[in-house]
């Protein structure tokens, strides 16, 4: 395989507009600037000043006066699916030094609303994910792309139960492991949704290939996060240990109605605060992320303001440490697509993932229905948001109703269990408690 181009942070063409922002009063000019480029990506800012002059700092009135059929030369026709935007990183907050805040002072989501993001800038600083366009040399991204469209008539729908109804994915998979070793031992140990699975594949040639170059950008891609957005210290309950994907699901969504609702990852043989690295290819499509709060703090955050951010073909998006606790994630329905020249309709993309030896089911509790437990983190209740959990998933089964076994976690500082080699003891306890004053759950 070729050497690999340096990966630029590039900014895409042909914006897509999302809906106004209603009025906002209370918010200072710099908050209503932020939102009309992100509304107006076309309009330089000091357009948008002048707007907010002239309808008295009202937002919703100047947003409604912009989008006017007679609002100035009307913007050319807009692409389905990807787009410019002004970077919000001009509005950034600027410290006393003159230099820009690593991240903006306001939240600029708000409810009802979907706010739509393009620039590596702004997907990093608003969400727990970060960007690189043009991962691939162009030759490279079509080999991977042709491999992956020769697997796609084989996919699966995951189908399971919900509220006792058998459902179906409204996209198909496929999932992979690097060895075959590990495709009998996925067979024969591991449990999904509470049943085992027999369609496992063993990673392609291309896949492999593109694999230790995503291992790398994602390695990369944390020791800046790290550096830039926490002051070089890892999260709680973070891996300290390099990132090494060996797992991966592949999903394609065949057109424009294809697509997934929000959720978050499995974190069952992940570990606590997982990595995850997202390959798209084909079809460009919004990647929605939304921010979970606690039932009790609803008034004060934002709990239904959605971000889209916009993944070209040949993207790489990697979702950090942040992601599968605090936010879930989807893919939206699109009105309209882009066909791609290779892929038709299709997008397709390769979620590596680096799944931990010492989470291996042979280690982990078993429910009373004798099938591998789930982990979980609770987002929604205060009292105990961010605590892991291991829970009986057997009820997603079809024609299963699963039993009621419950028992907290125990991992360390590092997200290593009490079996794992140089476990330093718990602290998957309620904030401000020690492991002495809640005891250690007794195992099944």
Known sequence: MDSPAPRKRKRSSDAVSPQPHGQDDGEDTDFKLAMLASINPDKSQDVLLDYLLAY???LEAASNALNAPDAGSPARKRSAATGYQSSLASFAKVNGEGTESPRPRKQ???KGQTLHLYTPEDIENHTPCSIIHNFLPSADADRLLWEL???VPSFRRDVFQLFERTVESPHSMGFYVDTPHDVQQQKDQYAYNGSYISHVRQSRPEMLKVSELVRDAVNDEIARRRRDFND???LKFQSAEEWRPNTSFVNCYDGGKESVGYHT??????????VIGSLSLGVAREFRVRKTVPSEESSAADTSGQIAIHLPHNSLLVMHAEMQEEWKHAITPA??????PLAGNKRLNITYRCYKSYMQPRYTPQCKCNVPCTLRCVQKQKASRGRYMWMCNRNYTPGEK????FEW???DEDGRPPWAEGYKGNVNVPVGLREDDVGSPARP
């Open 56 to 58: 008295n700092g009202s």
């Open 108 to 110: 600029l989501t708000r």
């Open 149 to 151: 469209l020769d697997e």
């Open 232 to 234: 070089g210290r890892k």
């Open 265 to 274: 990852d499995e974190l069952t043989y992940l570990g606590p605060r997982a």
């Open 335 to 340: 009105q309209a697509i882009d066909p791609h």
């Open 402 to 405: 699963g039993c009621a076994f």
């Open 409 to 411: 976690a125990l991992f």
